[in-house]
T-cell receptor, first 118, second 113 residues
Framework: DVKVTQSSRYLVKRTGEKVFLECVQDMDHENMFWYRQDPGLGLRLIYFSYDVKMKEKGDIPEGYSVSREKKERFSLILESASTNQTSMYLC?????????????????FGDGTRLSIL | AQSVAQPEDQVNVAEGNPLTVKCTYSVSGNPYLFWYVQYPNRGLQFLLKYITGDNLVKGSYGFEAEFNKSQTSFHLKKPSALVSDSALYFCAVRDRDTDKLIFGTGTRLQVFP
């Protein structure tokens, strides 16, 4: 079974802090994703990466950055945390499908990090 | 623009009865469609997908979904609901322009004993 592990289930930080959320997958997936989940808004893509050291902006990248130095690890960074970044953060990974298309393959999710910014 | 809609915030059904969770989509070209389930305090789990082929797709835990091109729908179904099916269900569609997944806002399924 695919295992996507997020380093923290719950995290409480203060406004202005630099926050690191870590994600590791064990299935040699090329693609990794960071989403945030908010009630009534579903999942929104923050950043994704289709290879080591590669990154692409998602729909809501402002206030975030990412790092992918190794294939199995994808980090989300909140440069200066703000209260509106309080949310559930979900990491996911997937294989690249046929025709080099990312999204005809299912994504495998971690259990999420519930982040509170005070 | 590509989009997906889940018109019901919550669906209630009695255990043993059939269930349907609705999803409609708007994409150009042939859609790639997915259903995911989220149990409390967990991440999303993949249930099933439609890429091409048979309109009726079978997935995990006895779920199936029917792709209807004329109605642009991809409703999730199960013949006999279990209390353990109570969870949050997300429909998703591939954005043809960006190749990213677009998720619906989710439907909470409550199955009562």
């Amino acid at each position: 079974d695919v295992k996507v592990t997020q380093s923290s289930r719950y995290l409480v930080k203060r406004t202005g802090e630099k926050v690191f959320l870590e994600c590791v997958q064990d299935m040699d997936h090329e693609n990794m994703f960071w989403y945030r989940q908010d009630p009534g808004l579903g999942l929104r893509l923050i950043y994704f990466s289709y290879d080591v050291k590669m990154k692409e902006k998602g729909d809501i990248p402002e206030g975030y950055s990412v790092s992918r130095e190794k294939k199995e690890r994808f980090s989300l960074i909140l440069e200066s945390a703000s209260t509106n970044q309080t949310s559930m953060y979900l990491c996911a990974s997937s294989f690249t499908g046929d025709l080099l298309r990312i999204s005809n393959q299912p994504q495998h999710f971690g259990d999420g990090t519930r982040l509170s910014i005070l | 623009a590509q989009s997906v809609a889940q018109p019901e915030d919550q669906v209630n059904v009695a255990e043993g009865n059939p269930l349907t969770v609705k999803c409609t989509y708007s994409v150009s070209g042939n859609p790639y469609l997915f259903w995911y389930v989220q149990y409390p305090n967990r991440g999303l789990q993949f249930l099933l997908k439609y890429i091409t082929g048979d309109n009726l797709v079978k997935g995990s835990y006895g779920f199936e979904a029917e792709f209807n091109k004329s109605q642009t729908s991809f409703h999730l179904k199960k013949p006999s609901a279990l209390v353990s099916d109570s969870a949050l269900y997300f429909c998703a569609v591939r954005d043809r322009d960006t190749d990213k997944l677009i998720f619906g806002t989710g439907t909470r399924l409550q199955v009562f004993p």
